[in-house]
Protein backbone atom coordinates (compact mmCIF):
# COMPACT_ATOMS: atom_id res chain seq x y z
CA UNK A 1 0.00 0.00 0.00
CA UNK A 2 1.34 3.50 -0.65
CA UNK A 3 0.53 5.64 1.70
CA UNK A 4 1.20 9.67 1.98
CA UNK A 5 1.37 12.17 4.49
CA UNK A 6 0.90 15.87 4.15
CA UNK A 7 2.51 17.45 7.35
CA UNK A 8 2.62 21.23 7.92
CA UNK A 9 4.83 23.18 10.52
CA UNK A 10 2.95 25.09 13.28
CA UNK A 11 3.95 27.01 16.42
CA UNK A 12 3.47 24.89 19.63
CA UNK A 13 0.56 25.42 21.19
CA UNK A 14 1.85 26.96 24.52
CA UNK A 15 3.47 29.96 22.13
CA UNK A 16 2.42 33.42 22.46
CA UNK A 17 1.20 34.76 19.35
CA UNK A 18 2.95 38.34 19.19
CA UNK A 19 1.94 40.86 15.89
CA UNK A 20 4.61 41.98 14.53
CA UNK A 21 4.10 45.90 13.81
CA UNK A 22 2.31 46.78 11.11
CA UNK A 23 0.00 44.16 12.05
CA UNK A 24 -0.07 42.01 8.92
CA UNK A 25 2.08 39.22 10.36
CA UNK A 26 2.92 37.63 13.28
CA UNK A 27 6.59 37.99 14.92
CA UNK A 28 8.30 34.28 14.44
CA UNK A 29 11.80 34.87 16.23
CA UNK A 30 11.22 32.99 19.47
CA UNK A 31 8.51 30.81 18.18
CA UNK A 32 9.24 26.71 18.92
CA UNK A 33 7.43 24.53 15.73
CA UNK A 34 6.47 21.63 15.73
CA UNK A 35 4.45 19.10 13.14
CA UNK A 36 0.82 19.89 13.31
CA UNK A 37 -0.82 17.68 16.07
CA UNK A 38 -3.58 17.13 14.11
CA UNK A 39 -0.83 15.46 11.02
CA UNK A 40 1.01 13.18 13.52
CA UNK A 41 -2.22 11.11 14.12
CA UNK A 42 -1.94 10.86 10.38
CA UNK A 43 1.83 9.64 10.03
CA UNK A 44 0.58 6.81 13.08
CA UNK A 45 -2.14 5.51 10.73
CA UNK A 46 -0.20 5.53 7.79
CA UNK A 47 2.93 3.14 10.05
CA UNK A 48 -0.14 1.32 11.38
CA UNK A 49 -1.26 0.61 7.60
CA UNK A 50 2.21 0.07 6.61
CA UNK A 51 2.50 -2.55 9.26
CA UNK A 52 -0.23 -4.49 8.27
CA UNK A 53 -0.59 -4.24 4.44
CA UNK A 54 3.56 -3.69 3.37
CA UNK A 55 4.01 -0.81 1.05
CA UNK A 56 6.03 2.71 2.10
CA UNK A 57 4.99 5.58 3.58
CA UNK A 58 5.64 9.28 1.84
CA UNK A 59 6.01 12.26 3.60
CA UNK A 60 5.34 15.79 2.30
CA UNK A 61 5.92 18.99 4.05
CA UNK A 62 6.22 22.80 2.62
CA UNK A 63 7.32 25.78 3.73
CA UNK A 64 10.83 26.88 4.96
CA UNK A 65 13.68 24.80 5.88
CA UNK A 66 13.04 24.66 9.30
CA UNK A 67 9.84 21.99 8.00
CA UNK A 68 13.10 19.36 7.48
CA UNK A 69 12.71 19.04 11.29
CA UNK A 70 9.29 17.92 11.05
CA UNK A 71 9.87 15.80 8.16
CA UNK A 72 12.79 13.77 9.98
CA UNK A 73 10.37 13.10 13.01
CA UNK A 74 8.12 11.61 10.71
CA UNK A 75 10.81 9.60 9.46
CA UNK A 76 12.01 8.76 12.98
CA UNK A 77 9.09 7.63 13.61
CA UNK A 78 9.25 5.00 10.70
CA UNK A 79 7.89 6.61 6.92
CA UNK A 80 10.30 5.69 4.46
CA UNK A 81 11.12 8.85 2.46
CA UNK A 82 10.59 12.86 3.04
CA UNK A 83 10.32 15.23 0.00
CA UNK A 84 10.07 19.23 1.26
CA UNK A 85 8.61 21.54 -1.10
CA UNK A 86 10.40 24.93 -0.37
CA UNK A 87 10.73 27.78 -2.54
CA UNK A 88 10.52 31.77 -1.30
CA UNK A 89 8.49 31.95 -4.03
CA UNK A 90 5.82 29.62 -2.68
CA UNK A 91 5.88 31.31 0.86
CA UNK A 92 3.03 33.53 1.84
CA UNK A 93 0.89 31.24 -0.12
CA UNK A 94 -2.95 30.68 0.80
CA UNK A 95 -4.37 27.30 1.28
CA UNK A 96 -5.75 27.11 -2.29
CA UNK A 97 -1.94 27.82 -3.39
CA UNK A 98 -0.52 25.18 -0.89
CA UNK A 99 -3.00 22.40 -2.26
CA UNK A 100 -1.75 23.23 -5.65
CA UNK A 101 1.90 22.51 -4.84
CA UNK A 102 0.88 19.59 -2.79
CA UNK A 103 -1.34 18.30 -5.51
CA UNK A 104 1.76 19.40 -8.13
CA UNK A 105 4.33 16.36 -6.34
CA UNK A 106 1.85 14.21 -5.43
CA UNK A 107 0.14 13.87 -9.25
CA UNK A 108 4.10 12.17 -10.05
CA UNK A 109 3.23 9.89 -7.39
CA UNK A 110 1.38 6.50 -6.77
CA UNK A 111 -0.83 6.15 -3.91
CA UNK A 112 -3.73 4.56 -2.57
CA UNK A 113 -4.30 6.69 0.54
CA UNK A 114 -3.12 10.37 1.69
CA UNK A 115 -3.24 11.58 5.32
CA UNK A 116 -3.42 15.18 5.91
CA UNK A 117 -4.45 16.72 9.55
CA UNK A 118 -8.09 17.63 9.20
CA UNK A 119 -6.68 21.78 9.82
CA UNK A 120 -3.62 23.42 11.27
CA UNK A 121 -3.42 24.77 14.26
CA UNK A 122 -1.73 28.00 13.32
CA UNK A 123 -4.34 29.38 10.44
CA UNK A 124 -7.34 27.36 11.41
CA UNK A 125 -8.08 27.32 7.97
CA UNK A 126 -8.94 23.20 7.41
CA UNK A 127 -9.06 23.69 3.29
CA UNK A 128 -5.53 22.26 2.45
CA UNK A 129 -6.68 18.46 2.67
CA UNK A 130 -10.02 19.10 0.92
CA UNK A 131 -8.48 21.13 -1.75
CA UNK A 132 -5.97 18.72 -2.44
CA UNK A 133 -8.39 15.34 -3.13
CA UNK A 134 -10.25 17.74 -5.65
CA UNK A 135 -7.36 18.90 -7.06
CA UNK A 136 -6.50 15.13 -8.03
CA UNK A 137 -10.32 14.41 -8.42
CA UNK A 138 -10.45 11.49 -5.11
CA UNK A 139 -12.94 11.35 -2.38
CA UNK A 140 -11.82 12.64 0.58
CA UNK A 141 -13.36 11.20 4.13
CA UNK A 142 -12.93 14.35 7.22
CA UNK A 143 -12.46 14.10 10.52
CA UNK A 144 -11.82 10.66 11.24
CA UNK A 145 -11.63 9.08 14.68
CA UNK A 146 -11.21 5.11 12.96
CA UNK A 147 -10.78 3.24 9.96
CA UNK A 148 -10.72 -0.27 8.36
CA UNK A 149 -9.30 -0.56 5.09
CA UNK A 150 -10.89 -4.05 3.62
CA UNK A 151 -8.56 -6.94 3.14
CA UNK A 152 -8.43 -6.58 -0.11
CA UNK A 153 -6.77 -2.91 -0.24
CA UNK A 154 -9.12 -1.79 -2.56
CA UNK A 155 -11.86 0.59 -0.21
CA UNK A 156 -11.81 2.00 3.35
CA UNK A 157 -14.40 2.05 6.18
CA UNK A 158 -14.13 5.52 8.36
CA UNK A 159 -16.10 6.34 11.11
CA UNK A 160 -16.30 10.39 11.21
CA UNK A 161 -18.43 11.98 14.07
CA UNK A 162 -20.70 14.85 13.35
CA UNK A 163 -22.74 16.82 15.33
CA UNK A 164 -24.76 14.09 17.65
CA UNK A 165 -23.92 11.12 15.48
CA UNK A 166 -20.87 9.10 14.61
CA UNK A 167 -21.17 8.33 10.31
CA UNK A 168 -19.59 5.44 8.82
CA UNK A 169 -18.49 6.32 5.42
CA UNK A 170 -17.19 3.87 2.86
CA UNK A 171 -15.12 5.02 -0.37
CA UNK A 172 -13.08 2.99 -2.93
CA UNK A 173 -8.94 3.78 -2.56
CA UNK A 174 -7.55 6.04 -3.57
CA UNK A 175 -9.04 8.74 -0.81
CA UNK A 176 -7.65 11.46 0.78
CA UNK A 177 -8.60 11.11 4.70
CA UNK A 178 -8.35 14.33 7.36
CA UNK A 179 -6.98 12.86 10.75
CA UNK A 180 -8.61 14.57 14.10
CA UNK A 181 -7.68 13.18 17.86
CA UNK A 182 -9.06 9.79 18.84
CA UNK A 183 -8.09 8.14 16.20
CA UNK A 184 -4.97 6.56 17.38
CA UNK A 185 -2.05 7.54 19.89
CA UNK A 186 0.75 8.38 17.56
CA UNK A 187 4.12 6.90 18.74
CA UNK A 188 7.29 8.42 20.05
CA UNK A 189 10.33 8.32 17.75
CA UNK A 190 12.81 5.92 19.33
CA UNK A 191 16.38 6.70 18.97
CA UNK A 192 17.24 4.04 16.40
CA UNK A 193 14.37 5.28 14.70
CA UNK A 194 16.12 8.83 15.17
CA UNK A 195 19.81 7.20 13.64
CA UNK A 196 18.21 5.65 11.12
CA UNK A 197 15.99 8.64 10.13
CA UNK A 198 19.26 9.95 8.78
CA UNK A 199 20.02 7.93 6.29
CA UNK A 200 16.30 8.15 4.65
CA UNK A 201 15.96 9.95 1.66
CA UNK A 202 14.44 13.33 1.48
CA UNK A 203 13.86 15.11 -1.76
CA UNK A 204 13.68 18.92 -2.41
CA UNK A 205 11.30 20.55 -4.79
CA UNK A 206 11.19 23.76 -5.50
CA UNK A 207 8.51 25.94 -7.63
CA UNK A 208 9.82 24.73 -10.79
CA UNK A 209 9.80 21.43 -10.33
CA UNK A 210 5.51 22.02 -10.08
CA UNK A 211 4.99 22.58 -13.43
CA UNK A 212 2.62 25.39 -11.82
CA UNK A 213 2.07 29.01 -12.98
CA UNK A 214 4.09 30.95 -10.38
CA UNK A 215 1.24 33.31 -10.66
CA UNK A 216 -1.13 30.80 -8.75
CA UNK A 217 1.00 30.29 -5.61
CA UNK A 218 3.00 32.28 -3.15
CA UNK A 219 1.60 35.64 -1.74
CA UNK A 220 1.04 36.82 -5.33
CA UNK A 221 -1.28 34.00 -5.89
CA UNK A 222 -3.53 34.89 -2.93
CA UNK A 223 -7.24 34.94 -2.85
CA UNK A 224 -7.95 35.36 0.38
CA UNK A 225 -5.88 39.06 1.42
CA UNK A 226 -5.26 39.18 4.82
CA UNK A 227 -6.20 43.17 6.08
CA UNK A 228 -4.42 42.68 9.31
CA UNK A 229 -3.94 40.86 12.19
CA UNK A 230 -5.25 41.74 15.98
CA UNK A 231 -4.97 40.96 19.45
CA UNK A 232 -8.43 39.21 20.49
CA UNK A 233 -11.40 41.43 21.55
CA UNK A 234 -11.04 42.09 25.25
CA UNK A 235 -13.59 40.78 27.11
CA UNK A 236 -15.93 42.93 30.08
CA UNK A 237 -14.59 43.14 33.33
CA UNK A 238 -15.68 40.12 35.22
CA UNK A 239 -16.82 39.74 38.83
CA UNK A 240 -15.91 37.35 41.69
CA UNK A 241 -19.05 36.15 43.19
CA UNK A 242 -19.14 37.04 47.30
CA UNK A 243 -20.45 35.23 49.83
CA UNK A 244 -19.77 33.63 53.11
CA UNK A 245 -20.13 29.97 52.69
CA UNK A 246 -19.87 28.34 48.58
CA UNK A 247 -24.28 27.77 49.74
CA UNK A 248 -24.42 31.57 49.93
CA UNK A 249 -21.87 31.88 46.46
CA UNK A 250 -24.02 29.45 44.76
CA UNK A 251 -27.09 31.65 45.84
CA UNK A 252 -25.83 34.94 44.70
CA UNK A 253 -24.45 33.21 41.35
CA UNK A 254 -27.93 31.54 40.62
CA UNK A 255 -29.25 35.19 41.45
CA UNK A 256 -26.76 36.80 38.78
CA UNK A 257 -27.39 34.40 36.33
CA UNK A 258 -31.33 34.99 36.16
CA UNK A 259 -30.94 38.79 36.99
CA UNK A 260 -28.20 39.84 35.03
CA UNK A 261 -26.98 37.68 32.84
CA UNK A 262 -30.81 36.26 32.04
CA UNK A 263 -29.30 33.02 31.04
CA UNK A 264 -31.51 30.65 33.29
CA UNK B 1 -20.53 40.85 -12.90
CA UNK B 2 -21.20 38.78 -9.65
CA UNK B 3 -24.57 39.46 -8.02
CA UNK B 4 -26.32 38.62 -5.04
CA UNK B 5 -26.09 36.80 -1.66
CA UNK B 6 -26.28 33.20 -0.89
CA UNK B 7 -27.22 31.16 2.34
CA UNK B 8 -26.69 27.57 1.87
CA UNK B 9 -28.61 26.20 4.52
CA UNK B 10 -28.21 22.24 6.12
CA UNK B 11 -30.64 20.28 7.36
CA UNK B 12 -30.72 16.76 9.30
CA UNK B 13 -33.48 14.34 8.92
CA UNK B 14 -35.84 17.09 6.82
CA UNK B 15 -35.51 19.70 9.73
CA UNK B 16 -33.09 23.03 9.07
CA UNK B 17 -29.99 22.82 11.88
CA UNK B 18 -29.97 26.21 13.89
CA UNK B 19 -26.84 27.10 11.88
CA UNK B 20 -29.52 27.71 8.65
CA UNK B 21 -31.56 30.60 10.37
CA UNK B 22 -28.16 31.92 12.03
CA UNK B 23 -27.13 31.85 8.04
CA UNK B 24 -30.24 33.18 6.61
CA UNK B 25 -30.18 36.47 9.28
CA UNK B 26 -26.49 37.25 8.72
CA UNK B 27 -27.04 36.91 4.59
CA UNK B 28 -30.04 39.12 5.09
CA UNK B 29 -28.50 41.83 7.02
CA UNK B 30 -25.32 41.53 4.21
CA UNK B 31 -27.48 41.61 1.40
CA UNK B 32 -29.54 44.89 2.83
CA UNK B 33 -25.66 46.40 3.14
CA UNK B 34 -24.70 45.38 -0.68
CA UNK B 35 -28.54 46.31 -1.97
CA UNK B 36 -28.75 43.00 -3.19
CA UNK B 37 -31.00 40.16 -2.88
CA UNK B 38 -30.55 37.27 -0.55
CA UNK B 39 -30.80 34.19 -1.73
CA UNK B 40 -31.44 30.68 0.75
CA UNK B 41 -30.15 27.56 -0.77
CA UNK B 42 -31.58 24.01 0.08
CA UNK B 43 -29.85 20.68 -0.49
CA UNK B 44 -31.75 17.92 0.56
CA UNK B 45 -34.50 15.19 -0.07
CA UNK B 46 -38.18 16.34 0.01
CA UNK B 47 -37.42 19.52 2.03
CA UNK B 48 -39.96 22.10 -0.45
CA UNK B 49 -42.34 22.53 2.00
CA UNK B 50 -39.82 23.24 4.92
CA UNK B 51 -37.83 25.73 2.77
CA UNK B 52 -40.63 28.24 2.54
CA UNK B 53 -40.24 29.11 6.62
CA UNK B 54 -36.90 30.90 5.06
CA UNK B 55 -38.53 33.70 3.57
CA UNK B 56 -39.36 34.76 7.65
CA UNK B 57 -35.79 35.26 7.95
CA UNK B 58 -35.41 37.43 5.07
CA UNK B 59 -35.04 35.19 1.63
CA UNK B 60 -36.14 37.07 -1.43
CA UNK B 61 -35.67 33.83 -3.33
CA UNK B 62 -34.94 30.22 -2.18
CA UNK B 63 -33.46 27.60 -4.15
CA UNK B 64 -34.46 24.01 -3.55
CA UNK B 65 -32.37 21.13 -4.59
CA UNK B 66 -34.19 18.30 -4.25
CA UNK B 67 -33.47 14.45 -4.87
CA UNK B 68 -33.78 11.49 -2.86
CA UNK B 69 -30.21 10.63 -3.10
CA UNK B 70 -29.40 14.31 -1.01
CA UNK B 71 -31.21 12.83 2.15
CA UNK B 72 -28.40 12.31 3.78
CA UNK B 73 -24.97 14.94 3.32
CA UNK B 74 -22.24 13.23 1.18
CA UNK B 75 -19.42 15.56 -0.23
CA UNK B 76 -19.43 14.33 -3.53
CA UNK B 77 -23.02 15.05 -4.42
CA UNK B 78 -23.15 18.06 -2.38
CA UNK B 79 -20.56 19.55 -3.59
CA UNK B 80 -20.82 18.82 -7.02
CA UNK B 81 -24.62 20.40 -7.16
CA UNK B 82 -23.02 23.77 -5.50
CA UNK B 83 -20.38 23.78 -7.94
CA UNK B 84 -22.77 23.83 -10.85
CA UNK B 85 -25.35 26.00 -8.91
CA UNK B 86 -22.73 28.63 -8.46
CA UNK B 87 -20.87 28.25 -11.75
CA UNK B 88 -24.52 29.01 -13.29
CA UNK B 89 -25.44 31.95 -11.29
CA UNK B 90 -22.27 33.75 -9.91
CA UNK B 91 -23.12 34.89 -6.44
CA UNK B 92 -20.90 37.47 -5.16
CA UNK B 93 -21.42 36.13 -1.68
CA UNK B 94 -21.03 32.52 -0.50
CA UNK B 95 -21.97 32.16 3.07
CA UNK B 96 -21.82 28.37 4.51
CA UNK B 97 -21.67 27.47 8.55
CA UNK B 98 -18.64 26.28 10.12
CA UNK B 99 -20.51 23.37 11.31
CA UNK B 100 -18.46 19.53 11.09
CA UNK B 101 -20.96 19.34 7.18
CA UNK B 102 -20.50 22.65 6.40
CA UNK B 103 -16.74 22.24 6.88
CA UNK B 104 -16.46 19.55 4.68
CA UNK B 105 -18.46 20.82 1.91
CA UNK B 106 -17.13 24.50 1.77
CA UNK B 107 -13.83 22.87 1.78
CA UNK B 108 -14.19 20.92 -1.04
CA UNK B 109 -16.51 23.52 -2.61
CA UNK B 110 -13.93 25.90 -2.58
CA UNK B 111 -11.40 23.89 -4.36
CA UNK B 112 -14.07 22.80 -6.89
CA UNK B 113 -14.31 26.79 -7.74
CA UNK B 114 -10.64 27.77 -7.00
CA UNK B 115 -11.76 30.66 -4.84
CA UNK B 116 -10.42 31.88 -1.89
CA UNK B 117 -12.42 31.20 1.87
CA UNK B 118 -12.41 31.98 5.15
CA UNK B 119 -13.15 29.27 7.47
CA UNK B 120 -15.44 29.79 10.83
CA UNK B 121 -15.35 33.65 11.04
CA UNK B 122 -17.06 35.04 13.88
CA UNK B 123 -18.23 38.28 11.97
CA UNK B 124 -18.50 39.69 8.51
CA UNK B 125 -19.17 43.11 7.38
CA UNK B 126 -18.92 44.75 3.84
CA UNK B 127 -16.20 47.84 2.60
CA UNK B 128 -16.27 49.30 -0.54
CA UNK B 129 -18.84 46.31 -1.93
CA UNK B 130 -16.76 43.32 -0.78
CA UNK B 131 -17.13 41.18 2.05
CA UNK B 132 -14.69 41.23 5.05
CA UNK B 133 -14.57 38.92 7.47
CA UNK B 134 -13.18 38.32 10.84
CA UNK B 135 -11.84 34.64 12.55
CA UNK B 136 -9.61 33.36 15.31
CA UNK B 137 -6.59 32.32 14.63
CA UNK B 138 -3.77 30.49 16.16
CA UNK B 139 -7.10 29.09 18.48
CA UNK B 140 -8.03 32.65 19.00
CA UNK B 141 -5.08 34.48 20.36
CA UNK B 142 -4.95 36.24 17.49
CA UNK B 143 -7.92 37.44 15.40
CA UNK B 144 -7.18 38.20 11.31
CA UNK B 145 -9.68 40.41 9.33
CA UNK B 146 -9.56 39.17 5.36
CA UNK B 147 -11.03 40.68 2.37
CA UNK B 148 -10.97 38.74 -0.90
CA UNK B 149 -8.68 39.55 -4.12
CA UNK B 150 -10.29 38.72 -7.41
CA UNK B 151 -12.22 35.96 -6.34
CA UNK B 152 -16.15 35.05 -6.78
CA UNK B 153 -17.66 34.18 -5.17
CA UNK B 154 -16.70 35.40 -2.09
CA UNK B 155 -16.77 31.97 0.44
CA UNK B 156 -17.22 32.39 3.83
CA UNK B 157 -18.12 30.23 6.90
CA UNK B 158 -19.80 31.09 10.64
CA UNK B 159 -18.70 29.73 13.72
CA UNK B 160 -21.94 28.25 14.54
CA UNK B 161 -23.73 29.91 17.72
CA UNK B 162 -22.51 33.54 16.80
CA UNK B 163 -24.53 35.16 14.69
CA UNK B 164 -27.79 36.36 15.92
CA UNK B 165 -30.77 35.02 14.77
CA UNK B 166 -34.02 37.49 13.08
CA UNK B 167 -37.04 37.39 14.47
CA UNK B 168 -39.42 35.18 11.92
CA UNK B 169 -41.51 37.62 10.06
CA UNK B 170 -44.45 35.80 9.18
CA UNK B 171 -45.16 38.53 6.57
CA UNK B 172 -42.24 38.14 4.10
CA UNK B 173 -42.84 35.81 1.21
CA UNK B 174 -39.96 34.52 -1.33
CA UNK B 175 -39.70 33.15 -4.21
CA UNK B 176 -39.45 29.34 -4.64
CA UNK B 177 -37.03 28.08 -7.23
CA UNK B 178 -36.29 24.53 -8.44
CA UNK B 179 -32.51 23.87 -8.56
CA UNK B 180 -31.41 22.90 -12.14
CA UNK B 181 -28.86 19.88 -11.64
CA UNK B 182 -27.47 17.20 -13.20
CA UNK B 183 -25.81 14.29 -10.96
CA UNK B 184 -24.36 11.62 -12.10
CA UNK B 185 -24.26 8.47 -9.65
CA UNK B 186 -20.74 7.66 -11.45
CA UNK B 187 -19.82 10.82 -9.43
CA UNK B 188 -20.47 9.63 -6.09
CA UNK B 189 -17.42 7.89 -4.76
CA UNK B 190 -18.02 7.85 -0.97
CA UNK B 191 -21.49 6.44 0.75
CA UNK B 192 -22.74 6.90 3.71
CA UNK B 193 -23.19 2.95 5.15
CA UNK B 194 -24.38 3.48 8.56
CA UNK B 195 -25.16 6.55 11.07
CA UNK B 196 -25.17 6.01 14.80
CA UNK B 197 -26.38 8.26 16.97
CA UNK B 198 -24.78 9.13 19.81
CA UNK B 199 -25.99 7.13 22.92
CA UNK B 200 -25.78 10.72 25.09
CA UNK B 201 -29.02 12.19 23.68
CA UNK B 202 -27.62 15.44 24.67
CA UNK B 203 -27.05 18.36 22.16
CA UNK B 204 -23.75 18.13 20.63
CA UNK B 205 -21.42 20.94 22.67
CA UNK B 206 -20.88 22.83 19.02
CA UNK B 207 -24.66 23.74 19.13
CA UNK B 208 -25.25 23.62 22.91
CA UNK B 209 -26.89 26.81 24.00
CA UNK B 210 -25.36 26.11 27.58
CA UNK B 211 -22.14 23.73 28.53
CA UNK B 212 -20.96 22.71 31.65
CA UNK B 213 -17.14 21.93 31.35
CA UNK B 214 -14.86 20.33 34.02
CA UNK B 215 -11.59 19.62 34.25
CA UNK B 216 -8.18 18.17 36.06
CA UNK B 217 -9.80 19.80 39.72
CA UNK B 218 -13.42 16.85 38.87
CA UNK B 219 -10.17 14.47 40.27
CA UNK B 220 -11.93 11.44 38.28
CA UNK B 221 -14.67 10.45 36.06
CA UNK B 222 -17.02 9.48 38.37
CA UNK B 223 -17.39 12.97 40.03
CA UNK B 224 -18.53 14.46 36.26
CA UNK B 225 -22.08 13.21 38.34
CA UNK B 226 -22.53 16.57 39.60
CA UNK B 227 -21.66 18.40 36.59
CA UNK B 228 -24.44 16.45 34.54
CA UNK B 229 -26.76 16.66 37.31
CA UNK B 230 -26.69 20.64 37.21
CA UNK B 231 -26.60 20.33 33.60
CA UNK B 232 -29.85 18.28 33.41
CA UNK B 233 -31.70 21.12 35.66
CA UNK B 234 -30.53 23.79 33.22
CA UNK B 235 -30.66 22.01 30.22
CA UNK B 236 -27.17 22.16 29.19
CA UNK B 237 -24.12 19.42 27.51
CA UNK B 238 -21.21 18.94 29.77
CA UNK B 239 -18.05 18.84 27.93
CA UNK B 240 -13.97 18.93 29.28
CA UNK B 241 -10.83 19.74 29.49
CA UNK B 242 -7.85 18.05 27.48
CA UNK B 243 -6.65 17.06 30.90
CA UNK B 244 -9.80 15.36 31.26
CA UNK B 245 -10.20 13.29 28.52
CA UNK B 246 -5.86 12.72 28.34
CA UNK B 247 -6.96 10.78 31.80
CA UNK B 248 -9.25 8.88 30.23
CA UNK B 249 -12.54 10.37 32.39
CA UNK B 250 -14.49 11.63 28.91
CA UNK B 251 -14.86 10.93 25.49
CA UNK B 252 -12.54 12.91 22.88
CA UNK B 253 -15.58 14.49 21.76
CA UNK B 254 -16.28 16.13 24.95
CA UNK B 255 -13.01 17.87 24.77
CA UNK B 256 -13.45 21.64 24.44
CA UNK B 257 -9.81 23.30 23.42
CA UNK B 258 -7.62 24.19 20.52
CA UNK B 259 -6.98 19.96 19.52
CA UNK B 260 -11.35 19.68 20.23
CA UNK B 261 -14.19 21.26 19.72
CA UNK B 262 -14.39 24.92 19.45
CA UNK B 263 -17.99 25.88 21.46
CA UNK B 264 -19.62 29.40 21.74
CA UNK B 265 -22.27 28.69 23.56
CA UNK B 266 -24.56 31.86 25.41
CA UNK B 267 -23.32 30.23 28.72
CA UNK B 268 -20.10 28.18 29.59
CA UNK B 269 -19.56 27.27 33.27
CA UNK B 270 -15.79 26.02 33.52
CA UNK B 271 -15.54 23.77 36.79
CA UNK B 272 -11.73 22.85 37.86
CA UNK B 273 -10.23 24.05 35.04
CA UNK B 274 -7.58 26.18 35.33
CA UNK B 275 -7.53 27.85 31.59
CA UNK B 276 -4.30 26.70 30.08
CA UNK B 277 -4.40 28.05 26.74
CA UNK B 278 -5.35 25.25 25.03
CA UNK B 279 -8.74 25.32 26.47
CA UNK B 280 -9.51 28.99 26.55
CA UNK B 281 -8.97 28.99 22.63
CA UNK B 282 -11.79 26.45 22.45
CA UNK B 283 -14.41 28.53 24.55
CA UNK B 284 -13.24 31.91 24.50
CA UNK B 285 -16.21 33.05 22.23
CA UNK B 286 -19.05 32.00 24.84
CA UNK B 287 -21.18 35.18 25.23
CA UNK B 288 -20.92 34.56 29.83
CA UNK B 289 -18.47 32.53 31.10
CA UNK B 290 -18.50 31.52 35.19
CA UNK B 291 -15.14 29.72 36.69
CA UNK B 292 -15.46 27.58 40.05
CA UNK B 293 -12.23 26.68 40.98
CA UNK B 294 -10.09 26.83 43.94
CA UNK B 295 -7.34 28.65 43.03
CA UNK B 296 -8.07 32.01 43.11
CA UNK B 297 -4.77 32.70 40.71
CA UNK B 298 -6.03 30.32 38.31
CA UNK B 299 -6.42 32.16 34.46
CA UNK B 300 -9.56 30.98 34.34
CA UNK B 301 -10.95 34.00 36.28
CA UNK B 302 -9.39 36.19 33.92
CA UNK B 303 -11.55 35.30 31.25
CA UNK B 304 -14.59 34.73 33.50
CA UNK B 305 -17.66 36.98 33.66
CA UNK B 306 -18.10 35.37 36.97
CA UNK B 307 -15.98 33.75 39.53
CA UNK B 308 -16.22 31.77 42.49
CA UNK B 309 -13.67 31.11 44.62
CA UNK B 310 -14.67 27.51 45.94
CA UNK B 311 -14.52 24.18 46.42
CA UNK B 312 -16.66 22.77 43.12
CA UNK B 313 -17.78 20.22 44.88
CA UNK B 314 -19.33 22.16 47.63
CA UNK B 315 -20.38 25.09 44.98
CA UNK B 316 -21.72 23.12 41.87
CA UNK B 317 -24.43 21.16 43.98
CA UNK B 318 -25.11 24.15 45.82
CA UNK B 319 -25.74 25.93 42.65
CA UNK B 320 -27.88 22.84 41.21
CA UNK B 321 -29.96 23.60 44.01
CA UNK B 322 -30.18 27.41 43.94
CA UNK B 323 -30.91 27.02 40.29
CA UNK B 324 -33.76 25.16 40.82
CA UNK B 325 -35.98 28.11 42.10
CA UNK B 326 -35.74 29.77 38.75
CA UNK B 327 -36.49 26.93 36.78
Partial sequence: MKIIVCLKQVPDTETQIK???GGEKI???DIKWVMNPYDEFGVEEALRLKEKFGGDVTVIGMGPKRVTESIRTALAMGADKGILISDAALEGSDSLGTAKALAAVIKGLQFDIIFTGQRGIDEDQGLTGACIADLLGIPQVSLAVKLEVAADGKSVKVN??????TLV????LPVLITTQKGLNEPRYASLPGIMKAKKKPLEEKALK?????PAEVGLGGRKLKIIKITPPPARAEGKIVQGETPQDKATELARLLHEEAKLI | MAQGVWAVTEQRDGAFRKISYELVSEGRRLADKLGQKLTAVVIGASMKEKAKELSQYGADRIIVADDPRLGQYTT????????QLVKAEEPSVLLMGASVQGKDFSARLAGRLGVGMAQDCT???????GLIATRPVYAGKAYTTVGFENSFPQMATARPNVMSVLAPDAGRSAELVDAQFTLDDAALKTKVAEAIKDASGKVDLTEADKIISGGRGMKGPENFKILEDLADVIGASVGASRSAVDAGWRPHRDQVGQTGKVVSPNLYVACGISGAIQHLAGMSTSKVIVAVNKDAEAPIFQKADYGVVGDLFDVVPALTEAVKKYM
Fill in chain 1, 169 to 172: VEAQ
Fill in chain 2, 123 to 129: AFDIENG
Fill in chain 1, 160 to 165: RPVEGQ
Fill in chain 1, 27 to 29: VTD
Fill in chain 2, 76 to 83: DAYVEIMG
Fill in chain 1, 209 to 213: DLGLD
Fill in chain 1, 19 to 21: IAP
